[in-house]
């Protein structure tokens, strides 16, 4: 079992609720599509009628994710992204560039 994964299973057994962000953050270093492994589309008809995104809940965990790397001088003691990316020693900006592919 690699350190990222042991890292993993230790923080989702210590933590009640992980914020999305770290979840699409871990299936990012994990290589895996989010769209198949956590997150899934909105189907509502009426949802989707007033205007909420079909991916909306990737998208804003995207949106987290980002400020949380470009952010991540004033968060660090506390941030869990950045701790897990120095478990996976994976820089942000190798995030960053991955992010930009989630549309």
């Known amino acids: 079992m690699s350190e990222l994964t ?3 299973k230790n923080l989702t057994a210590n933590h009640a609720k992980l914020p999305s962000k770290i979840f699409l953050l871990y299936d990012l270093l994990m290589e895996r599509d989010p769209r198949k492994s956590g997150f899934s589309r909105i189907t509502n008809p009426v949802k989707l009628a007033n205007g909420q995104a079909e991916w ?3 998208l804003e965990a995207k949106l987290d994710l980002q400020w949380a790397l470009h952010d991540r001088n004033k968060l ?3 941030n869990e992204a950045i701790k897990l990316l120095k478990v996976a020693q994976v820089e942000p900006s ?3 560039e991955l992010l930009k592919q989630i549309r």
């Open 56 to 58: 909306s809940g990737l």
């Open 76 to 78: 660090e003691p506390s």
């Open 94 to 96: 190798t995030i960053s």
């Open 6 to 8: 042991t890292y993993w």
